[in-house]
């Protein structure tokens, strides 16, 4: 059964949860795809990811649409086009992707985005969508 959890939290929170989701990751060994709208947002994720906190450096790698990964041990993948390319099972949704992509996956982690209101009202959309999918385990986490 897929598990999807959605996270409800204020949206200067989104990158620091995928940084704790990511460090989880790698310290299962599970490797995870995180899926961001933009081409930029996700250069900027990778930059941030780098730079944060020394403390709680998450090693990446972010594919550029057309290339390919360069790292076959990475567990912390970065991409912005609907690709998988190290056959993750875990998908970080920074931006959102087409169900049928989100299906692949085992788990899919997204999020509420407050950023404008018709953002907010797409969060919705996917969430009741998910509740339409047989053999969706959904779950809906509130924080912040």
């Known amino acids: 059964m897929a598990r999807v959890t959605f996270y409800d939290l204020p949206a200067q929170q989104r990158w620091t949860k995928i940084q704790l989701l990511a460090q989880a990751a790698l ?12 081409d930029g947002v996700a250069m900027e994720l990778d930059d941030w990811l780098w ?48 169900p049928e992509f989100a299906q692949t996956f085992a788990s899919v982690i997204d999020f509420v985005d407050h950023r404008t209101p018709e953002l907010l009202q797409a969060s919705r959309q996917r969430y009741k969508r998910w509740r339409e999918v047989d053999g969706i385990e959904l779950d809906y986490r509130k924080e912040g």
């Open 51 to 98: 730079t944060s906190r020394e403390d709680s450096f998450v090693p990446h790698e972010y594919v550029r649409p057309g290339q390919p990964l360069k790292d076959l041990e990475a567990k912390v993948v970065i991409v912005a086009d609907e690709l998988n390319p190290h056959a993750c099972q875990v998908l970080v949704q920074e931006g959102p992707v087409r």
């Open 27 to 38: 310290r299962k060994g599970t490797p995870i795809l995180v899926h961001c709208a933009t």
